[in-house]
């Protein structure tokens, strides 16, 4: 039995020990006082998003005296997190008054400068202990608490991971997603004449590498449960599904007849979908959770590739040349029925549904490169959402099915780039030297060290 | 060029068969084979085997954009490396396809694989047996040439020959 095989088995223990230690963990970050139900909330799935604006008070500690430089520290992490968030606008240089308080709750709040300075939400920080912060956001107008939560043996190692839940939880009250802070993005970097898979935050933080094989490494997806990393695996002579485990660090590649592995996805049960060619074309097979073949999922006699699902498998997106140019299909998994949903241009690759099930985004070749569309399940629209320049590739709905990540060679190498469901302003992930490929996010937040 | 090498190669071959033929004619005249023009054939069989393996290798089966036909002009030269697989059992063919860098990776990956295949169906039926090739893509992942204009992607959009001695 393999440790893949192994941990399908305990993955039923292990939901339940991870609840316990999410029941754990509320406990210690446990809201400190009832919360009134936001007004301030944000529809970011519909056409027109509002714009939230947040200022933030200086740090303080007991009876209103300074905070540990921690505290200027985490103030500085809110703020670089909460810059992600295009529905949010920070204006905490334009108050007149300053941003220091009396105090970090009510009744020591002014809250009139505030909204004088056209905010809508403030957030205060009180250092109770010089390892022990809370942290608040209130509405400026009537005062109410939309936040709040308490961390303790706060240490410098672990004031992201702080920042991170904390911003995550503002985010999840505003809008009902909070998974952006808690996620990871696994990608693909080029290293000389190899590339292998490496880990960053979203925001830019904790770039690591994880693998260091001979050959190429493409189209990483993660397990649910984010223990493994799947990929393609090309060595000079072979085609095979690369198999990561966190747990362990190590990889295993797995071959298979055909000699071809392209575009291998975790499916939601952690079975696998990925495209082989075992009668001579590629081919999108099921895998079964011993990476054993169990049955073809889409066979069109030409090329099908690149497979995408929602969250409950019900639909599948994927690449087919049936037609003669490469174009996105939609697949109904329940009723097997198949339809194009690319109906412009000769080009469209690349499909990555939304985990919703409502968005296909995908890239289509244009006259300009090629650029990130999405595909609108319901309606049957679709709208260009990235406009280069250079070469828009490989968009990746994050678990909220509010953010993508995407490629562009836009600065003149290819980097991940952030955009959302609505398009707007692309924000660079950064990921250090060399070019990369294939951003997918993982269900995993992984901060290097823990913190309570 | 190419021409070249095929004469160079119909002349190797040639002079092979002339010693194979020395050699019968001087084993019925005495009924033993002179043990000092054993290495002189072995030499020259190893040469025709090398001449064979650089005929097999060099010549690449180049296609249109976003397509895995094989032109009518490569026939030829396929049917020239189907004879030399045929006549030298003991070489293995591994074919690689390759795209130019205007696709996408996964496409691309799946289309180097249907050029490769194609190539491989055509030896196929030329007689060459299924265990003296194989198959292999590289999608846009490895150009033969940079550039980003129609004479760089003709040149990418390929499939090459790795040959290898079976032992």
């Given amino acids: ?240 599904l ?71 498998a019900s639909k599948m997106a994927f690449t087919s040349s049936r037609l003669g140019n490469p174009h996105v299909f939609l697949k109904d998994m329940a009723t097997g029925q198949v339809r194009r949903i690319s109906q412009s241009g000769t080009y469209n690759t690349e499909p990555s549904i939304s985990p919703d099930g409502t968005l296909v985004a995908f890239s289509r070749m244009t006259d300009q490169g090629f650029r990130i569309f999405v595909y609108d399940v319901l309606t049957g629209e679709e709208r260009q959402i990235s406009n280069g320049p250079g070469r828009d590739e490989q968009p990746s709905f994050a678990p909220d099915s509010y953010f993508l990540a995407f490629v562009s060679n836009r600065s003149g190498k290819k980097q991940i780039y952030l955009t959302t469901r609505h398009g707007g302003e692309a924000r660079l992930v950064p990921t250090g030297k060399g070019e990369v490929f294939f951003p997918a996010w993982g269900n995993f937040a992984d901060w290097g060290k823990s913190a309570k | 060029m190419y021409i070249l090498k095929r004469f160079g190669l119909m002349f190797a071959l040639m002079f092979v068969l002339a010693a194979g033929f020395g050699c019968s004619s001087k084993t019925v005249d005495t009924g033993t084979v002179p043990p000092e023009e054993t290495p002189v054939a072995t030499d020259e069989l190893e040469a025709a085997e090398k001449n064979a393996i650089a005929t097999i290798t060099d010549g690449k089966v180049y296609f249109a954009f976003d397509r895995y036909d094989i032109a009518p002009e490569y026939k030829a030269m396929l049917n020239e490396k189907a004879e030399l697989l045929k006549q030298f059992p003991n070489l293995f063919v591994r074919i690689e396809g390759n795209c130019d860098d205007r696709g996408t990776q996964e496409y691309n990956l799946a289309l180097g694989e249907r050029r490769a295949r194609a190539v491989y169906e055509y030896l196929l039926a030329l007689g060459v047996p299924a265990d003296q090739m194989d198959t292999i893509s590289f999608g846009k992942e490895r150009p033969a040439v940079l550039g980003n204009n129609e004479e760089a992607w003709a040149q990418n959009r390929r499939d090459e020959f790795v040959v290898t001695v079976k032992n």
């Avoid at chain 1, 200022?55 to 997190?81: F, H, K, S, V």
């Avoid at chain 1, 979908?273 to 097979?285: K, R, W």
């Fill in chain 1, 1 to 240: 039995m393999t440790a893949y095989e192994k941990t399908q088995q305990r993955n039923g223990w292990l939901l339940c020990a991870a609840t316990m230690a999410m029941a754990a963990l509320f406990l210690i970050t446990a809201p400190f006082s009832a919360m009134a139900a936001p007004m301030q909330t944000i529809d970011i799935y519909g056409p027109s998003q509002r714009i939230v604006t947040v200022a933030m008070a200086d740090p303080l500690g007991e009876n209103g005296q300074n905070a540990p430089q921690m505290g200027t520290e985490l103030n500085t992490l809110i703020r670089e997190n909460l810059r992600f968030l295009p529905f949010i606008r920070i204006i905490d240089n334009k108050i007149l008054g300053g941003t220091r308080l009396a105090g970090y709750t009510t009744p020591n709040i002014d809250f009139k400068r505030f909204e004088l300075a056209g905010a809508d939400l403030l957030i205060t920080a009180g250092w109770v202990a010089p390892d022990t912060v809370q942290l608040r956001v209130f509405e400026t107008l009537g005062g109410s608490l939309v936040v709040g939560r308490a961390y303790t043996d706060v240490e410098p190692d672990t004031l992201v991971q702080v920042a991170d839940k904390f911003c995550s939880e503002l985010m999840r009250v505003l809008t009902g997603r909070g998974e952006f802070f808690l996620s990871t993005l696994a990608f693909v970097k080029n290293e000389g004449e190899n590339r292998n898979l490496w880990t960053v935050r979203p925001t830019g933080r904790n770039l690591k590498k994880l693998t260091n094989m001979n050959g190429i490494a493409m189209s990483p997806s993660w397990s649910s449960d984010a223990r493994f990393i799947i990929f393609s695996h090309i060595n000079k002579t072979s085609h095979a």
């Fill in chain 1, 242 to 312: 690369g198999v990561w485990d966190r747990r362990t660090g190590q990889t295993q590649r797995v071959k298979f007849p055909g000699n071809t592995v392209i575009g291998p996805t975790f499916m939601p049960d952690n079975k696998v979908a990925v495209s082989l060619a075992q009668h001579g074309y590629p081919n999108i097979y099921l895998l079964n959770h011993s990476f054993k073949r169990e049955r073809v999922l889409e066979d069109s006699g030409g090329i099908d590739v690149s497979p995408s699902f929602d969250a409950k």
